[in-house]
């Protein structure tokens, strides 16, 4: 099992540039979630999905878009990206929303 | 809403020394409470978790008990090694039900930096 994997594991974009982080899981899971990580403020919650053609907002949503055609895989994309999108970006999987979630190793995204 | 209050950091021990990351919530209902590490360069391990008021979560030395007297959920470990340095973050799990059902809300975390 590789649990869960994400790429790139850097980035840097500038200002209103688009792209997409990848994330996948081969653990079957149905729950997958994006969080970013800032300085204090530890990790808050972008967007959610409970299973393959569901998905929802979180904590932070805006300027960021989600789709979930496999359960596997779940990208985020950043439409124009902004200088405050500067941030670490978890990925995150689970069976269920209230069971145990695995996270993969991050991506590092700067905008400049 | 929820919330997650941890000690503000960083916490630079020696090694052998006494840990102890205090972590506060305020939640509705009966949420679960969870301690992840993050080591560096890498993503977020679920160090130990407890489901309800009493429990103790235990792993790797550390412990984290269940107070919802005082609402806390106390990570201590009672000798640090050099490989304990990494972030410590505390989490709690809503749920009561309804739109947050479900959902991890985290502490800003605590990093930790053990000597030799």
């Known amino acids: 099992n590789a649990g869960v994997t994400q790429t790139p594991k850097f980035q840097v974009l500038k200002t209103g540039q688009s792209m997409t982080l990848q994330c996948a899981q081969d653990?079957?899971?149905?729950?997958m979630s994006w969080y970013r990580q800032d300085p204090g403020m530890g990790l808050r919650l972008i967007h959610y999905?409970?299973?393959?053609?569901?998905?929802d907002q979180g904590e932070v949503p805006n300027g960021y878009n989600v789709s979930r055609s496999t359960t596997e895989d779940f990208p985020l994309r950043l439409l124009s990206a902004a200088p405050s999108q500067t941030s670490v970006y978890f990925c995150?999987?689970?069976?269920?929303?209230?069971?145990?979630?695995?996270f993969g190793p991050g991506t590092r995204l700067t905008v400049l | 809403g929820d919330s997650v209050t941890q000690m503000e950091g960083p916490v630079t021990l020696s090694e052998e020394a006494c840990l102890t990351i205090?972590?506060?919530?305020?939640?509705?209902?009966?949420?679960?409470l969870f301690w992840y590490v993050q080591y560096p360069g890498e993503g977020l391990q679920l160090l130990l978790k407890?489901?309800?008021?009493?429990d103790k979560g235990s792993n790797k030395g550390f412990e984290a008990t269940y107070r919802k007297e005082t609402t806390s959920f106390h990570l201590e470990k009672g000798s640090v090694q050099v490989s304990d340095s990494a972030v410590y973050f505390c989490?709690?799990?809503?749920?009561?039900?309804?739109?947050?059902?479900?959902?991890?809300?985290f502490g800003q975390g605590t990093i930790l930096t053990v000597h030799p």
């Open positions: 995150a999987s689970s069976y269920s929303r209230v069971d145990t979630q695995y």
């Open positions: 205090n972590c506060t919530y305020t939640a509705t209902g009966y949420p679960s």
């Open positions: 407890a489901t309800k008021a009493d």
């Open positions: 653990m079957n899971h149905e729950y």
């Open positions: 999905s409970v299973g393959a053609g569901i998905t």
């Open positions: 989490a709690l799990r809503d749920n009561a039900g309804g739109t947050s059902y479900g959902k991890l809300t």
